[in-house]
Nanobody, 115 residues
């Protein structure tokens, strides 16, 4: 059974940092391109970071330079380091493959950034 479990969310002040973890079981994400997504209230789910099997990363402009995606292929855990957080980063964060699979969506990790 494949499970993607996000953790590490919480409340942060504007300018602060959080690190999210995505623990994956039943699926070797080292064999797939992976990504982090977020969904703010009333908005669509958007990709905020991706990493290929070769380790190449991409970020949209609104998080570039502040977010860093990484993986631990031994532990099968993916991370999202978020620095210089802004109130507009408030959302539920999810991990999935870069071509998301419906069955892989977990409950997400809530991130709230207050000013």
């Amino acid at each position: 059974q494949v499970q993607f479990v996000e953790s590490g969310g919480g409340l942060a002040l504007s300018g602060g940092s959080l690190r999210l973890s995505c623990t994956v079981s039943g699926f070797l994400f080292s064999l797939s391109d992976m990504a982090w997504y977020r969904q703010a209230p009333g908005k669509q789910r958007d990709m905020v970071a991706s990493i290929t099997r070769a380790g190449a990363t991409t970020y949209p402009e609104d998080v570039k330079g502040r977010f860093t995606i990484s993986t631990d292929n031994v532990k099968n855990i993916m991370y999202l380091q978020m620095n210089n957080l802004k109130p507009e980063d408030t959302a539920v964060y999810y991990c999935n493959s870069l071509r998301p699979v419906t069955a892989f969506w977990g409950r997400g990790a809530q991130v709230i950034v207050s000013s």
